[in-house]
């Protein structure tokens, strides 16, 4: 599915998102399998978010939309457990790839990256609290609710603004998404790879565990 450039715009006035009217369309694909854990380890427009050390022997890559309630329920019940036992402990390298599903997701995304700026950690606390705040910014006022968070992290109101204005950002986050879709063949959302391994769909902590535990051992 392709969002065209009057679906977008349309939508944006539906949501209160006027300010983004001039931003490019975000492209939905359809897809199958993964190709490499190569093809999954290549940051493509954007530099990759992520937690834990470099070398460790496990790389989870996720890939998730800001308004994806699965995403919300996995960052609020799995994602800590992942944390504590494996990230925590050097384990396990976790990246975060955006993959927003609609116009509120990019511009969730969006602000995440502007307000990170290239700290991974804040980045990391920032998807959080959009994920923990999902059902305020997306069902309700969603311009007004991404500002305030915004301006909870130190941004003003021109700052805001400013981020969800900006093209080329938002086209980097497309193009990854289109490379997600088209190379990675993801199609939904969390999709997870474990060194190159896919895992679709909200997983609970144990079947994390049955995945990394044997790689640990090799």
């Known amino acids: 599915m392709i969002i065209t450039r009057r679906a ?11 300010a983004l009217a001039g931003l490019s369309p975000l492209h939905l694909f359809t897809a199958a ?3 490499s854990a190569a ?4 940051p493509v427009s954007l530099p ?6 470099a070398d460790a022997k496990v790389t989870i890559t996720e890939f998730a939309s800001m308004t994806c309630p699965h995403c919300a329920a996995f960052n609020a019940e799995t994602f800590p457990k992942i944390k504590a036992a494996y990230i925590d402990t050097g384990k396990v390298r976790y990246i975060f790839r955006e993959f927003p599903l609609d116009i509120k997701a990019a511009a969730g995304s969006m602000l ?6 290239g700290d991974a950690p804040k980045y990391f606390a920032v998807t959080d609290m959009l994920f923990r705040q999902q059902n305020d ?4 006022n969603t311009t007004e609710t991404l500002a305030r968070i915004g301006k909870q992290a130190g941004m003003s109101q021109q700052q805001v603004e400013t981020c ?5 950002l938002l086209d980097k986050i497309a193009a990854d998404q289109k490379y997600a879709s088209d190379v990675l063949k993801v199609d939904s959302t969390p999709t997870f790879f474990i060194n190159g391994d896919r895992i679709k ?7 994390f565990q049955k995945k990394i535990d044997p790689l640990l051992k090799t």
């Open 8 to 18: 977008f715009t349309s939508a944006l006035s539906l949501t209160g998102l006027a």
């Open 33 to 35: 399998s993964a190709q």
């Open 39 to 42: 093809d999954v380890a290549k």
């Open 48 to 53: 990759d978010m992520a937690i834990g050390p």
């Open 112 to 117: 995440a990256r502007c307000i990170a700026g």
């Open 137 to 140: 910014w997306v069902v309700k």
């Open 164 to 168: 969800l204005k900006d093209q080329a």
């Open 201 to 207: 769909g909200e997983t609970s902590f144990e079947e």
